[in-house]
């Protein structure tokens, strides 16, 4: 007897026709994070990595944050976001608000 396969059903699955359906435009928001990823592991070696200013982390850090919001707009945009809940959800929430308490908490 075969197993059976369960699937999850997205808790938000919003799939139509955004405002980047049209090919042309479907093809700059594939280029777009693709782009800044590039930029980012390219640039990145070209700063100094001296011990009291870390440009080329700050460099690194601001790219990657720069890749994942324009792949995030870009998934909002088609209107393909789609989030699935997991057993992960809920240490992932401690986690945000254990290092709110502790940013707080030092400044």
Do not use: C
Request: proline letters at 5%.
């Amino acid at each position: 007897m075969g197993r059976k396969k369960h699937f999850r059903s997205p808790l938000i699955a919003v799939k139509g026709s955004g405002a980047l359906s049209e090919p042309g435009l479907a093809r700059l928001g594939d280029l777009v994070p693709a782009f800044l990823l590039s930029v980012t592991l390219l640039l990145t070696p070209l700063f100094p990595d001296e011990k009291l200013n870390r440009l080329k982390l700050i460099v690194l850090g601001l790219g990657f944050i720069l890749t994942a919001l324009s792949w995030a707009l870009v998934q909002v945009l088609r209107e393909q976001w789609t989030y699935v809940r997991t057993k992960l959800d809920l240490f992932l929430l401690l986690y945000l608000g254990a290092a709110v308490l502790y940013t707080q908490s030092s400044q």
